[in-house]
């Protein structure tokens, strides 16, 4: 017996879905990650080995995610129990579930921490404190603002609270909403940027960094990196997907839904690439800086461009709603789960995570300060936070994701739920789930183990 609504409700429209979950993958990774990766990775070599990892390995996985969702109707842990039962597995593959809520509560309390940087940063470009700074004091400035959580725990707390509002305020009246108004938002100002950054007569270097190819570039290690990329990026591997596909229409095409998000996501990561390192390049600097590409390097850019203050404002303004949606995603899969388990009410479970998240983030702020200079991957709990998440949860989570839906769930569920039109798909997309991705998702998590060994 399948249901049609999940009981926690459902999306307005086909194309809240799409929004949905382009707002759950346009996030920190694609503005914070993507342009300093591509640019340690030499570029468009870097671009076309992470494009080949979305459409091969990232949507047919994602297209498991949403079949498992949609079938089961429920918080991951009881649509995986759900859809094992109906093939007569072990539903313990619910854990799976398990740990893709832990992983997405993590994931959340370390990006409150980065959202309370961008809400200091915002009125800090509108004030214009940076104007005329060269590198060294917006290093400086960075630097200083790590180490102080008393002027950081605001932020947090605020968008704490908001994310926390939304989840309370249910699927059709708070995340339905919210990506209503933000995503539009979110474009609207991606495009001014664009459009300023095409007059900054730099556009083409842009294209060329972005899409210049050069084999030479590619080692393994890059490989490693885009492939680990594209799943972050897609928000693969905890659940997100999964949950917001519970509140989809039945007779939605979950192909082409995939494709619409896989598409939109790329495409939003290239415009923002394409926004930003004009910026760089006009102003003389490294378009390779890491990590601080946007909190260090991009702030000296708008501090000595005409009209740079109101370009920083808006741009900060951007980083914080793309966090905004990729942060409700990742907690409403253990908002939906406790009203499923525990029958409180959302509001209740909202709040009580929405708490421990917000004292997780707090200790995350704090652990900052011990720090003496800006080296990212020396270890602090933030650190921590980011690296066993990305680099072995979420690929271990995808893992277990691919093996249960290729191998364990049977090919009548899989075939009826994702009802591709044309046979070939179907087998490009059984293929793909049973080897390429079991095999590059093992490959990523086995070589990030390694390396922390
Ligand atoms: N996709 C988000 C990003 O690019 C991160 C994320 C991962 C969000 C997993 C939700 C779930 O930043």
């Known amino acids: 017996m399948q249901r049609t609504t999940s009981i926690h409700g459902r999306w307005s429209h086909r194309w809240v879905f799409i929004l949905a979950a382009m707002g759950s993958s346009v996030g920190l990774g694609n503005i914070w990650k993507f342009p300093y990766i591509t640019g340690e990775n030499g570029g468009g070599t870097f671009v076309l080995i992470y494009l080949l990892c979305v459409f091969l390995i990232g949507l047919p996985l994602m297209m498991a995610e949403v079949l498992i969702g949609r079938r089961g109707r429920l918080s991951p842990v009881n649509a995986i129990a759900l859809c094992a039962r109906e093939t007569s597995v072990s539903p313990r593959w619910q854990l799976l579930g398990g740990l893709g809520m832990l992983t997405g509560f993590l994931i959340f309390s370390f990006y409150s921490v980065v959202a309370a940087w961008i809400l200091h940063y915002i009125p800090a470009m509108a004030k214009g404190v940076l104007a005329g700074a060269g590198i060294q004091q917006t290093s400086r400035y960075f630097e200083a603002l790590l180490v102080s959580p008393e002027r950081l725990i605001l932020g947090h707390s605020a968008f704490v609270w908001v994310v926390m509002t939304v989840l309370a305020l249910g699927v059709r009246r708070g995340l339905d909403r919210a990506v209503r108004i933000m995503m539009p938002a979110l474009f609207f100002l991606l495009l001014l940027l664009l459009i300023y950054a095409a007059n900054t007569g730099y556009f083409k270097h842009a294209l060329v960094y972005l899409f210049h190819f050069d084999l030479a570039k590619v080692t393994p290690q890059s490989v490693l990196v885009a492939m680990g990329h594209a799943f972050f990026t897609l928000s693969l591997g905890m659940g997100a997907i999964m949950m917001y596909s519970a509140y989809m229409g039945r007779r939605d095409s979950i192909g082409r839904s995939v494709l619409w998000i896989g598409l939109l996501d790329t495409l939003i990561a290239l415009m923002i690439g394409l926004a930003i390192f004009p910026i760089v390049f006009a102003s003389q600097l490294d378009p390779a800086s890491g ?152 490959i990523i998590f086995v070589a990030n183990l390694y390396n922390i060994i």
């Open 291 to 442: 990590p601080g590409l946007v909190f260090i390097t991009l702030p000296v850019a708008f501090a000595q461009m005409p009209a740079g203050q109101v370009l920083g404002f808006v741009f900060f303004i951007l980083v914080g709603l793309t966090a905004l949606t990729s942060a409700i995603s990742l907690m409403e899969p253990v908002t939906a789960w406790t009203v499923e388990r525990f029958k409180v009410m959302r509001w209740q479970a909202a709040l009580i995570w929405g708490v421990l998240a917000w004292l997780l983030g707090l200790a995350v702020l704090v652990s900052f300060e011990t720090m003496s200079s800006l080296r990212f991957f020396s270890r602090n709990l933030f650190d921590w936070l980011n690296y066993f998440t990305s680099n072995l949860f979420l690929p271990l989570g995808g893992l277990g994701l691919a093996i249960f839906v290729g191998w364990k769930l049977s090919r009548r569920v899989t075939e009826s739920e994702l009802h591709l039109q044309q046979t070939w798909l179907y087998l490009a997309w059984y293929f793909a789930i049973r080897y390429l991705v079991p095999a590059a998702l093992g």
